[in-house]
């Protein structure tokens, strides 16, 4: 777990982080004191997740859980989708419940995709899993417009998090156009988007949370760019630079929680699982077409770092395991825009905190590797994630 930095330090850190993780946490309760004295208040949250089917977005939902905690943001809802819905909004509830977040809703959203999705055996193999018998959840759709509604009363903005496919928004955006327009503040995307020669916002249909759905997210796009609304979009390519190891899952799980022993299970199965189809020699039975073993074995291993010889032949199924030490969290880097540009600065990890593409002045990207500071990165991620856990197991409620 590494050297306790945080004795006689501040007691909203958590015990048990490093000297450069309390780091982390110095610059940011700097920030959060000039917050308070300002009387600022957190930016109110609306999440969108398929939470379940890959481990970023549980790994996201714990990092976000921490900056609720630390009062950059308050999660004020959270809607499941993608098939099977019925578990993955089990799967959320559960894992808002394990983080404390028990007062945050959790409704259930659409199928999410025009296809049919295998459920496969890591998604909901956990301890924390709601009861079956456990209430119904509401309707994502009403859910939102409560949600929404709600702000107006306050005359709040708010911010949504779209980490999974877009439909359910699309569908709300369409339904209720007048509460979306005026209501919302920004959208944080994890994905790919661009702006097209004849100066249209489209999805990237190769990014699988625009994949799902691609007609829904193509009218959501159309929908930000005609009410110029802000939006951030964080790729997979930026993703892929933050050296982040399996070893902060392992780290995870030693604090004892549940959600850390999960990440760290389902982060085996799930690359093996990926990497067994990355071998298909038809690439229709790929995640993605480009997917290939090359693709995998480079981007979510370590093999190619090490020393082979040239007799040496790629691993073939579970020869892989020793090699998925890489962690990719696609959705964590959203997750941890959302919280604002004074947190980001005070953080230091983008080198240019909003690269703008061509002449559009509303929406962001965040594309590649040089837009980013890796290590700093890779820190800041760590330190919440082990300090979301950590404070949960020590018992470090929500300010009020």
């Not at 000297?19 to 999440?47: M, N």
């Amino acid at each position: 777990m590494g050297t306790d930095a945080t004795d006689h330090v501040d007691g909203r850190i958590p015990k048990g982080l490093s000297t450069s993780e309390t780091g982390i946490y110095l610059s940011l309760l700097k920030v959060a004191d000039e917050f308070a004295r300002k009387g600022q208040k957190p930016r109110p949250l609306v999440v969108i997740t398929d939470a379940g089917k890959d481990y970023d977005d549980l790994a996201a939902l714990t990092l976000l859980k921490e900056l609720h905690r630390l009062k950059f943001v308050e999660v004020r809802a959270v809607v499941t989708n993608l098939m099977p819905i019925e578990k993955r909004v089990r799967f959320v509830r559960g894992a808002l419940n394990e983080l404390g977040l028990h007062q945050v809703p959790v409704a259930q959203g659409t199928c999410g995709s025009l296809e049919e999705h295998e459920e496969l055996d890591y998604e909901f193999d956990t301890d924390f899993m709601a009861p079956v018998d456990s209430p119904a959840p509401e309707d994502g759709q009403e859910l939102l417009r409560q949600t929404y509604a709600s702000a107006k009363e306050t005359g709040e903005k708010l911010h949504l998090v779209c980490m999974s496919s877009l439909q359910d928004i699309q569908q709300f955006a369409n339904t209720y156009p007048d509460l979306f327009v005026m209501y919302t503040d920004e959208v944080y995307m994890q994905g790919g988007n661009w702006i097209s020669p004849q100066g249209k916002f489209e999805p990237d249909g190769k990014a699988a949370n625009n994949r799902f759905n691609l007609p829904a997210a193509a009218d959501f796009h159309t929908s930000l760019q005609e009410k110029r609304l802000s939006s951030h979009t964080y790729t997979k390519d930026a993703s892929f630079a933050v050296p982040l190891t399996s070893e902060l899952f392992a780290e995870l799980e030693a604090t004892g929680n549940s959600i850390g022993a999960h990440l760290r299970r389902a982060q085996v199965e799930q690359d093996l699982t990926f990497y067994e189809r990355s071998c298909e020699s038809d690439p229709g039975k790929r995640f993605a077409p480009y997917m290939d073993q090359s693709w995998f074995l480079q981007h979510k291993t370590n093999w190619s770092k090490q020393t082979h010889d040239k007799k040496t032949t790629r691993p073939v199924g579970k020869e892989v395991v020793p090699y998925l030490t890489k962690l990719v969290l696609y959705d964590v880097l959203a997750a941890l825009g959302s919280a604002g540009n004074e947190v980001v600065d005070a953080l230091e990890i983008f080198r240019e905190r909003d690269r703008i593409v061509q002449d559009c002045d509303t929406h962001f990207w965040i594309l590649e590797g040089r837009d980013i500071v890796p290590e700093r990165l890779a820190l800041a991620i760590s330190s919440l994630m082990k300090g979301s856990l950590l404070a949960v197991q020590q018992g470090m409620g929500f300010r009020v």
